[in-house]
């Protein structure tokens, strides 16, 4: 009977041994390059930064002429970058800032109405958002509707698995200039207060909060 017990038991061990490994490959396959020196990946700052500006596709907008408010409309930005308006056909908008949009609008119905009218283009809702996934207890997409740390983006998320989550050893990932690049955090120093800076996320980052080791 201790025969039987002991091949269970190494059974067990084997197989155990085995899921590790497959987890581990499966994880470092999604692992980025190393991060590049000129990234912005190596800046932790601690100064809050402006919301994301640019328009991208998908993004809804309104414009909003001063005196044809006839020609007032909303407009989801197109999968191409462009809406579509009155007399002006499709004009290009992903890529470029609120303003830049509105001044480069102003430009082009200007042969159309009695000279240059103001016209102001505003964000009703973005596509900007974060990713969080791992041991947190709602993963999934976060609006990036303001400024956002990876301890806010957590949080958001429900907070952290305590029974599971090893935050000594965060990942984020991030595609900066055509390429998946990582950095690894370690927000157990954050939440004892033994570390100040702050990192703060940009559009379609990815969170990952890893499981701890399985001890047997």
């Known amino acids: 009977m201790g025969i039987v017990d002991s091949k269970n038991r190494n059974l067990v061990l084997i197989l155990c041994s085995l899921l590790m490994a497959v987890m581990s490959l499966i994880f470092a396959g999604c692992q980025a390059t190393p991060v590049p020196t000129n990234t912005s990946m190596n ?34 930005i197109q999968p191409d970058g462009q809406i579509s308006l009155q007399f002006v056909n499709n004009v290009s908008a992903a ?23 103001p016209i102001t283009v505003t964000v009703i809702s973005n596509t900007a958002a974060v990713y969080v996934t791992g041991a947190v207890l709602r993963p999934g997409r976060i609006p990036l509707d303001r400024p956002f740390t990876v ?5 958001e ?10 935050l000594s050893s965060v990942t984020i990932l991030r595609i900066e200039n055509g390429q998946r690049i990582s950095r690894r955090l370690n927000l157990k120093k ?8 702050l990192f703060y996320l940009k559009a379609y980052d990815i969170i990952y909060v890893p499981d701890k080791p399985i001890n047997f």
Do not use: C, W
């Open 190 to 197: 954050a939440l004892e207060g033994k570390d100040p800076s």
């Open 151 to 155: 301890l806010d983006a957590i949080m």
């Open 43 to 76: 800046v932790i700052d601690a100064a809050v930064p402006s919301l994301p500006a640019i328009l991208r596709e998908g993004d809804l907008i309104q414009v909003t002429f001063a005196t044809s408010t006839n020609l007032n409309t909303t407009q989801r």
């Open 157 to 166: 998320a429900g907070g952290v698995d305590n029974t599971r989550a090893k």
């Open 95 to 117: 890529g470029k800032t609120p303003l830049e949009l509105a001044k480069a609008l102003e430009t082009a119905y200007q042969p159309h109405l009695r000279g240059v009218e």
